[in-house]
C-alpha cells in the first residue's frame, strides 16, 4: 500500500509513530538504570566501617562485611570463584563456631557455600535472599579428609539427600551426624531459622526423639537438598536491618509440613519466564543507605577485611558511627507485573533455586 496516496491517513500514523517512539524511549530509559545486582556483582571488596546492615534478606544490603578465610582447622570454603564468603561479623564469627562445635560433635568439619557479597545485595544468579550478611549456604556433605584444592572445590558436586520423586530423605545417605549438626546449628540464639528440604524436615520429626524443641527452626522449603541455609537475625548496630516474623513455637511437624508431600506444592511453575526480583531491582528498590554502602571506598586489602576471630579483623576496631532512623529506609517504587516482587510469603524466604519444571 502506497502510504502517499491516503493522505488522511497521515496524521493518525504520525501519532501512532509518536507513540511508539515515545514507548521505546520509556523502555531505553528503564532498561539504562543500572540494575542493582551488576552493580552489588562488581564489588571485590567492602569498605572498612563498622557492621551494619540495611533492609531485608531479599532486598537489602550490608557494610561492614568481613571474609570467611578460604580455609580453616573446621571448614573449607566452596566455589572460592563466586567471591560470596562475606558477611556480617557476627554471621562469619558463627559459622566457625559451628564449625569448631560439630567438628566436637563427630561432624568432619563444614563445606560451607554462599555467604553473601562483598557488600551484599542482589546476585547476578543463585539466591533471592543472601543480600544484608545474615544468611549462610553450608553443605550437607562432610568435609573430606584431603583438603581440597581450588579447582575441586569448584568442580566437586555436592550430594543430593532427597529423592526428587518421593520428597523422601534417601536411607543411604542420611545419618545421625547429619541430624546432630542440624541439631548445634538450630541451638544457637542467633539463629532464626534454618531452611532444609521438606524431606529432610519430615526426617527429623520422625526421628528426633528427647528435646524436640529445636525443630521450631527447621523450616521446609523447595531446594535446600544438598546444603541448609542457616538464617540469623538482625544484629544490634543494624536499626535499618528488617527482621522476619518469629517461627510458629510448635515443631512444625504438623499440617504444614504435610502440604508439602501433597501435589500443590510441586506443580510445574505457570510462569517460568516472569522477571525474577534480581533482574529488575534497581538501586531505587533497595534502602537508600545502599547507595553509600556501594560508594563506599576499598578495603587497603583482602588481609584487612579477612576475619581473624574476631580480634583483628579491621572492622572490629573502626569507631561507631551515627545510624540513620529505620524509617527512612525507602523500599522504592517496584513494577506491578513482576510477580517476584510479592510480598514475601508468611512460610519464609523467596526461593532460592527455581521451581520444578521452571
Ligand atoms: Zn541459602
Known amino acids: 500500500m502506497n502510504l502517499r496516496s491516503l493522505p488522511d491517513r497521515k496524521p493518525f500514523l504520525t501519532a501512532a509513530l509518536a507513540l511508539v517512539t515515545l514507548a521505546a524511549l520509556a523502555a531505553a530509559a528503564i532498561s ?7 552493580l ?20 537489602g544490603c550490608f557494610a561492614g562485611g568481613v ?28 559459622i566457625e563456631k559451628l564449625s569448631r562445635d560439630a567438628v566436637a560433635d563427630g561432624w568432619p568439619g563444614l563445606l560451607v557455600g554462599d555467604v553473601s557479597q562483598p557488600r551484599g545485595g542482589p546476585m547476578m544468579t543463585g539466591h533471592a535472599s543472601h543480600q544484608i550478611g545474615l544468611d549462610a549456604d553450608i553443605w550437607l556433605t562432610p568435609m573430606p579428609k584431603r583438603p581440597l584444592t581450588i579447582a575441586q572445590r569448584e568442580s566437586m558436586s555436592a550430594t543430593l539427600m532427597v529423592d526428587e520423586k518421593t520428597h523422601l530423605v534417601k536411607d543411604a545417605l542420611w545419618t545421625p551426624a547429619h541430624t546432630r549438626l542440624l541439631k548445634r546449628a538450630a541451638s544457637y540464639p542467633e539463629v532464626e531459622r534454618i531452611l532444609v ?3 529432610i524436615k519430615k526426617e527429623l520429626c520422625d526421628t528426633v526423639t528427647g528435646d524436640r524443641s529445636w525443630l521450631r527452626k527447621i523450616r521446609p522449603f523447595w531446594g535446600h537438598d544438598y546444603h541448609f541455609h542457616m538464617r540469623i537475625g538482625c544484629q544490634p548496630g543494624s536499626p535499618g536491618c528488617k527482621g522476619q516474623e518469629a517461627t510458629p513455637a ?8 504435610a502440604w508439602w508431600f501433597t501435589e500443590e506444592p ?10 525474577k526480583a534480581r533482574d529488575l531491582m534497581t538501586m531505587a528498590n533497595l534502602p537508600k543507605e545502599c547507595q553509600a554502602v556501594l560508594a563506599a571506598t576499598d578495603a587497603p586489602s583482602l588481609a584487612a577485611v579477612t576475619y581473624q576471630g574476631g580480634s583483628a579483623a579491621a572492622v572490629a576496631v573502626a569507631e561507631p558511627q551515627p545510624t540513620e532512623p529505620t524509617e527512612t529506609i525507602s523500599s522504592g517504587a517496584l513494577p506491578a507485573q513482576a510477580s517476584a516482587f510479592a510480598p514475601t510469603p508468611k512460610i519464609g524466604i523467596p526461593l532460592p533455586r527455581p521451581r520444578p519444571g521452571n
Open 266 to 275: 510441586w506443580r510445574p511453575n505457570k510462569n517460568p519466564d516472569a522477571p
Open 197 to 199: 528440604n521438606p524431606g
Open 32 to 38: 539504562a538504570e543500572p540494575r542493582a545486582k551488576d
Open 250 to 257: 510448635d515443631d512444625g511437624c504438623g499440617k504444614p509440613l
Open 67 to 94: 571474609a570467611l578465610p578460604m580455609d580453616g582447622p573446621t571448614w573449607e570454603v566452596m566455589r572460592p570463584s563466586r567471591n560470596r564468603r562475606w558477611g556480617h561479623p557476627a554471621m562469619i564469627a558463627l
Open 40 to 59: 552489588f556483582g562488581a564489588k571485590k571488596l567492602p569498605a572498612v566501617v563498622p557492621a551494619q546492615s540495611f533492609g531485608f534478606y531479599s532486598k
